[in-house]
């Protein structure tokens, strides 16, 4: 909740004796900005004072420009620690931004009074009570102020006064449907008298920090006012107005200031967005319904008619039936209510009933994507050129209007194709700002292909990325150099291998032909001095998907290949020993990395034997190195089979494994099994061999339902366990039978039900099999058979 979630309090206009206007406001209240702007313009001003960091008021002037398009935000950061910022959001419907537009606009001086950015900053490092919230805020006050200040809410106690047991619906009611007219200065009066009432009854909270900000206040106003008389109007907080009334000695206000820490801080202008101005982002002085409040302070008439207007065409872009007539009926359903319900207009609560009941057909479905895209909205601010900003960002801003990729706060897919000379730009620049902690995209499973030419990326631009920039500008003045030199700084600091063979794919995905030589180096450093095969196996894949991506963007990766071979002989060597003697939870581990690198070992023999047949020389000898990589994989699978003091669910994999590769045939798999589930075997050690053999979602529930040996062991087995030894056996068991699919886990139920005698038949003509008929229907088989080899792509 915000500090100020009243509308008013600011007395009379100009009272006796030279008195500022004090036009306390509501952070973000359409209301207060209608009054503000009526008030403004019968006082006129000489200037205007408004709650806010003073460094920002050089910033001021870009108000005014015609490229400035709120949602903004002022930024501060301290200028040796970047990420120690804070913001000060502002809407088209912020009472401040009304107040600055409003002098700009007439050539009024404007100035920000409220306490120092530099001292802001450093008491939230500090960790003061009170300090400024990190994050959404920032720790910014004035528009960004935060209520935990304050122990009470100033809108509830309100809207409890008045009957109601909504403060929302208590603020639409009394303000944004109150018409701006009579007295322009009355309702600041009112609020006024209100806020003091609540703070003589409820104090200043006992927080430092709202002491010393009014102090601060009080001094800029003391000082503005020798400078321009009696012409002094401000816009603040609602809450603060008391305490700017308050006459207090000058000494003592300058005691409370005195000694403040402080940082170097710098300030700029930034876009922000309506879902970062909502309450429910985790902003303290955000409103709950930013899309509506902009629609009411921007709608000239007719408020309710074109918000159902939008609703309207919303819907029909989501391809829902929604006619002229059902605007018409929710318009009057939405007034009905508001009368029903004694209001002096329908509110956001009546046109969100109205419309859940007449467009939604009462489905709460589309109502959520109403309020997300409507009600809190999808609004992106724009700045100027301008606007200060550091290297890093300007070369980024070039970047994306090179490559068309305009910044949005509604998240989207992209997808690229690495082929398109515009999509491998987008990806490189996407891959170096996620190498630098600038999170705009997030890579994303593409659908339809699985190439590496493919990528997919899921965008949306968070203004606090503004921060994560600045603080990558520490790395350098542009994208790829600073990606260069982070990437570089990273591979020191790695803690192990797979780390750093990590980074060394992401370098080849962002294309940092500069970083990649030092990364490679450190990698083939540490993989030689780095015994532990478990850390060998876990950086096998990243090298070899490494690799692959180097092939499609045209990277030389021979110093890659290399070292990758060299690796999974090392793994090759290590991996039986490493394999012995392990608990269960260590062989579940290991058998993960078996299966790591066994995919990766194929990938390493497909690509290089793909460069041996395109061409001759080296290319032949890289062919004949990969068969051989592979062949040497092939034995280690081997010895892990039948080595009895490797765990059963390694064994069972490698079995697996060899099958599946050829190099095991049926006999030998059943002979295998057989020995596995040995009557001298543990139960438990028979099962973990069976998660090994059909488990971990390889196709093992095929295997058994096409292979009646394997299933009859299995069988066998299962009804001679004791039952003290099959509830230890059963979670293992239950594990591996779980990942089947239902049709499989139902064949495989029937096949063990009919016996061991029958199971050929059932298997291949379905009999009595929920879905199957008694035999082979020929003709429907047939029909099926053009369809296929049109998806094959063979002739007929």
């Known amino acids: 909740m915000t500090v100020a979630e009243g509308d008013g309090g600011g007395g009379a206009p100009r009272a006796s004796g030279g008195e500022p206007l004090l036009l306390g406001v509501r952070h973000h209240g359409p209301g207060s900005a209608r009054a503000v702007r009526a008030a403004l313009d019968a006082a006129r001003p000489r200037v205007v004072l408004i709650e806010g960091p003073p460094e920002a008021d050089g910033l001021i002037p870009l108000a005014g420009d015609a490229a400035m398009r709120p949602p903004v935000a002022l930024l501060a950061h301290a200028v040796d620690e970047p990420g120690r910022s804070a913001f000060w959001p502002l809407a088209e419907f912020s009472p401040e931004w009304i107040a600055l537009r409003w002098a700009v606009e007439r050539g009024v001086p404007a100035r920000f009074i409220d306490l120092p950015a530099t001292h802001t900053l450093a008491w939230e490092r500090d960790g003061e009570a009170g300090a400024p919230d990190a994050g959404e805020t920032g720790g910014g006050d004035g528009p960004g102020e935060g209520a935990r200040d304050v122990r009470i809410d100033p809108l509830a106690v309100l809207a409890a006064a008045g009957g109601y047991d909504d403060p929302e619906r208590w603020w639409e009611d009394v303000v944004e449907h109150r018409g701006v007219g009579g007295d322009v200065f009355a309702p600041f009066g009112v609020v006024a008298e209100a806020m003091g009432a609540l703070r003589e009854a409820y104090g200043s909270g006992g927080h430092e920090r709202d002491l010393v900000r009014e102090a601060y206040m009080r001094l800029q106003v003391r000082a503005a006012r020798r400078e321009f008389g009696d012409g002094v109007a401000v816009v603040c907080g609602a809450w603060h107005v008391p305490a700017l009334r308050e006459r207090t000695a ?56 074109r918000w159902m207007a939008k609703v309207a065409g919303l819907l029909r872009a989501e391809d829902r039936v929604v006619s002229s007539a059902h605007v018409i009926e929710a318009v009057r359903l939405a007034e009905t209510l508001a009368v029903m319900r004694g209001r002096p207009l329908p509110g956001l609560g009546e046109t969100t009933d109205a419309v859940r009941a007449v467009m939604c057909e009462g489905s709460d479905v589309p109502l959520a994507l109403v309020r997300d895209r409507l009600v809190v909205g999808d609004v992106l601010g724009e700045v100027p050129s301008a ?131 030092a ?35 045209g990277t030389d990766t021979g110093a890659l290949a290399e070292v990758a071979a060299g690796l999974a002989e090392r793994i090759f060597v290590g991996l039986p020993p490493a394999c012995a003697a392990l608990d269960r939870d260590a062989a579940d581990e290991m058998r993960r990395h078996v299966d790591a690198v066994h995919g990766a070992v194929g990938l390493l023999a497909e690509g290089a034997m793909g460069e041996g047949t395109a061409g001759e020389g080296a290319g032949s000898d890289a062919g004949a190195g990969a068969g051989g990589l592979l062949e040497r994989w092939r034995e280690v699978l081997g010895v892990l089979a ?10 069972g994999r490698a079995a697996r494994l060899l099958l599946d590769a050829g190099r095991l045939d049926q006999d030998g798999a059943a002979r295998l099994m057989g020995l596995a589930l040995s009557p001298g075997t543990r139960p438990g050690d028979a099962a973990a061999w069976i998660e090994g053999f059909v488990g971990g979602g390889s196709g093992g529930g095929m295997l058994l339902v096409h292979d009646e040996r394997l299933l009859g062991l299995v069988d066998t087995w299962l009804t001679g366990v004791s039952a003290e030894a099959f509830t230890d056996v059963l979670p293992l068991l239950r594990r591996t039978f779980a990942e089947y699919e239902a049709g499989v886990r139902r064949t495989l139920g029937e096949l063990v039900r009919r016996g061991p005698g029958q199971r050929a038949a059932a298997v291949g003509a379905g009999a009595g099999i929920p879905g199957f008929g008694d035999g082979l229907d020929t003709g429907r088989a047939d029909a099926v058979v053009p369809v296929v080899r049109l998806l094959l792509g063979v002739g007929a």
């Open 642 to 651: 039948g080595r009895d003091t490797v765990p059963g669910v390694i064994r």
């Open 250 to 305: 000058v000494a003592a206000d300058r005691a409370l200031v005195k000694g403040l820490p402080k940082v170097k801080a710098d300030m700029t202008w930034v876009p922000w967005t309506y879902r970062r101005l909502a309450r429910a982002g985790g902003y303290g002085a955000g409103v709950d319904s930013p899309g509506w409040y902009g629609h009411l302070f921007a709608a000239p008439d007719r408020p309710v008619e």
């Open 387 to 517: 606007a200060p900003a550091v290297p890093l960002q300007r070369d980024l801003d070039r970047a994306q209007r090179r490559l068309r990729m305009k910044p949005e706060a509604r998240e989207r897919e992209l997808e690229l194709d690495l082929r398109k000379e515009i999509d491998a730009g987008r990806g490189r620049l996407l891959h170096r700002l996620r190498l630098l902690g600038v999170a705009w995209g997030e890579p994303a499973e593409s659908r339809g292909s699985t190439g590496t030419f493919r990528e997919t990326w899921r965008l949306r631009w968070e203004p606090e990325l503004v921060v994560r920039v600045a603080e990558a500008g520490v790395w350098g003045t542009t994208v790829l150099g600073a990606a260069t030199a982070k990437a570089a700084a990273d591979a020191v600091a790695a803690p192990g291998l797979a780390e750093v063979t990590a980074l060394a794919e992401r370098c080849l995905l962002a294309e940092l032909p500069d970083a990649l030589p």
């Open 519 to 553: 990364v490679m180096r450190i990698l083939a450093d540490r993989a030689a001095l780095d015994a532990d095969v478990g850390h060998l196996a876990q950086a096998l894949p990243a090298l070899v998907r490494s690799l692959r991506y180097g092939d499609v963007r």
